[in-house]
């Protein structure tokens, strides 16, 4: 009889440690580990997809403003810059790496920025259709890696959060040791400065031979 009470209690034991493990928190660093990676997949997705979108952006912009060639020249190499640093799951726990990556990124997205600027001296371009379906797709790139950044910052806020707080800080202290912190995407340098704004035009040059501010001479009477 004690035999039998002794193997169900086994039998129950072995059918409630999970039960008991998920309860105290076992589980918890390895799901948001994982929920984690899953976001930052998504950010390397949609960076990938701006990528792919430059250089028909480019070759149109070239073709109603190739005397623009130091900006086009500079998107192009931001870009090969930006897809040449290589990511992966351990990138998010390495600061140098991820540094590296972020700033390829925000320099990629700062000389975007002003190739769109082109447009507005180019009244042709503007009305390309093909720019303008290159220009939404980019837009719309651009808002998608602003809120899989956002979402991954937010899963990796609770994973950092987890491994300091109790009790999780046990486990991430024995069976999870090898869990570490990961790092979060942060404002560019660039957007921490407030834009420069200016009144002040430059008024064109006088006629030869008049001081600033006089008036032309006057034109030959006619008979």
Not at 72 to 92: N, P
Not at 125 to 145: D, P, V, W, Y
Not at 169 to 174: D, Q
Not at 178 to 194: G, N, V
Request: proline residues 7%; positive net charge; charged residues 15%.
């Amino acid at each position: 009889m004690t035999t039998i009470k002794s193997r169900f209690a086994r039998v129950a034991l072995i059918l409630l440690a999970p039960l008991m493990i998920a309860g105290c928190g076992y589980n918890t660093i390895p799901t948001q580990q994982l929920a984690a990676q899953s976001k930052w997949a998504e950010v390397q997705n949609q960076y990938q997809r701006r990528a792919d979108l430059i250089p028909n952006l480019v070759n149109t912009v070239k073709g109603y403003a190739a005397q623009e060639k130091s900006t086009l020249v500079e998107v192009t190499e931001a870009r090969a810059s930006a897809t040449q640093v290589k990511v992966d799951a351990s990138t998010i726990t390495n600061p140098a790496a991820f540094q590296a990556y972020q700033q390829a990124q925000d320099k990629l997205s700062g000389v975007l920025g002003r190739l769109m600027m082109i447009q507005e001296r180019y009244p042709d371009l503007k009305s390309n259709e093909n720019f303008m379906a290159l220009q939404s797709q980019l837009e719309g790139t651009e808002n998608r890696i602003a809120i899989s950044r956002r979402d991954y910052n937010d899963s990796v806020q609770a994973y950092n959060t987890t491994l300091v707080t109790f009790p999780q800080i046990i486990w991430a202290k024995t069976a999870h040791g090898d869990a570490k912190p990961m790092q979060l995407f942060t404002a560019a340098a660039s957007a921490q400065a407030a834009p420069t704004v200016s009144f002040d035009t430059t008024p064109p040059p006088a006629p030869s031979g008049t001081a600033p501010g006089s008036a032309p001479p006057a034109a030959p009477a006619t008979k």
